[in-house]
């Protein structure tokens, strides 16, 4: 459905999105993330026609950005990070003024309203006014601007930067009942909330896309899985020696704040232990200390998180 191809924007001599290429099918809600000053806001106000790209294109259907871009604002529906709100209107007033800059009137216009009002969460608030509402409500009110013309695909610039626990869950709901029809792209800092709202990640930095994969198959990457281990009755160098000897072990190191310089023993040894692949090496490092003295307080498999790979691969580029 939308088609990026080297896509690139410049302000001045500074390359804000770098060449950038990527496909999103119809019915996808795809999260955007990286840190702050990667490209993700430069890259939605490019998706949604509100900045001209430097070079490159992107294609909606049949549709270029640079030949058709009024084409390509019909079909999308756009929240930035504040929402754009008119605050001395009440909530109604202001939904009904945008319905009308969309062209709807009579019953379509009434029936839009009521279903974006129940969609939402806004029907106890239309009396109020946008002032008067929380940060959380005026997302939701901005949420019901964008989704005015009932777009085909959603663009979301952080919808949930600064709300409370409460309001991000109501938001993420919103969002996943919104993505059962529409195509939705949202950026975010939150990576739980990508983690829980998005069928796929795609990870920018400097511009450029470092990964992009479903979340499930991100998170199980070959890259790798960490088991952290509390030992007593043991000294460094014979556990670092004995454990780092083992299949599958490529690496043994003591974990921050361990006295493990010495050669002695400590009270309790905490040591991470790195393998490759996914291979499980917890069966080989149980039997490893099974036949010493040692005592095994505790044995830990990491899993890995979004947020461990989103920082992983931040750093290495």
């Not at 007033?93 to 029936?111: C, E, K, P, S, V």
Request: charged share 25%; proline share 3%.
């Amino acid at each position: 459905m939308i088609h990026v191809e080297n896509l690139t924007r410049f302000y001045g001599d500074f390359c804000a999105v770098d060449h950038l290429d990527l496909d999103i099918s119809r019915g996808e809600v795809v999260g955007l993330l990286g840190p702050n000053g990667a490209g993700k806001t430069t890259t939605l106000r490019m998706l949604t026609g509100y900045l001209p790209p430097s070079d490159g294109d992107i294609r909606v259907n049949d549709f270029s950005i640079r030949d058709d871009l009024l084409e390509i604002k019909r079909l999308t529906g756009y929240l930035p990070e504040s929402a754009p709100l008119y605050h001395n209107m009440l909530v109604y007033d202001y939904l009904t003024y945008i319905a009308r800059i969309r062209g709807l009137d009579g019953d379509r216009q009434r029936n839009r309203i009521r279903e974006l009002a129940a969609l939402c969460g806004l029907t106890h608030i239309m009396h109020k006014s946008i002032e008067t509402l929380s940060k959380g409500l005026k997302q939701r009110v901005g949420l019901a601007h964008a989704m005015m013309s009932d777009p085909e695909i959603l663009v979301l610039d952080e919808p949930t930067s600064g709300l409370d626990p409460n309001q991000i869950i109501e938001i993420r709901d919103i969002i996943k009942e919104i993505g059962r029809e529409k195509t939705v792209i949202l950026s975010t800092h939150i990576l739980s909330e990508a983690e829980a709202s998005c069928d796929r990640i795609v990870i920018i930095n400097n511009g450029r896309i470092i990964a992009d994969d479903n979340t499930a198959d991100l998170k199980g990457a070959n890259r790798g899985s960490g088991l952290r281990l509390i030992l007593r009755r043991a000294a460094l160098p014979d556990a670092v020696d004995r454990l780092a000897a083992l299949a599958g072990v490529e690496s043994v190191l003591p974990e921050n704040g361990v006295a493990g310089a010495g050669s002695g023993e400590v009270a309790e040894l905490r040591l991470r232990l790195q393998s490759g692949g996914d291979t499980d090496i917890r069966p080989a490092v149980y039997a490893a200390i099974k036949d010493t003295d040692w005592v095994l307080v505790e044995m830990v498999r990491e899993t890995r998180t979004l947020e461990s790979i989103f920082r992983e691969l931040t750093r290495e580029n």
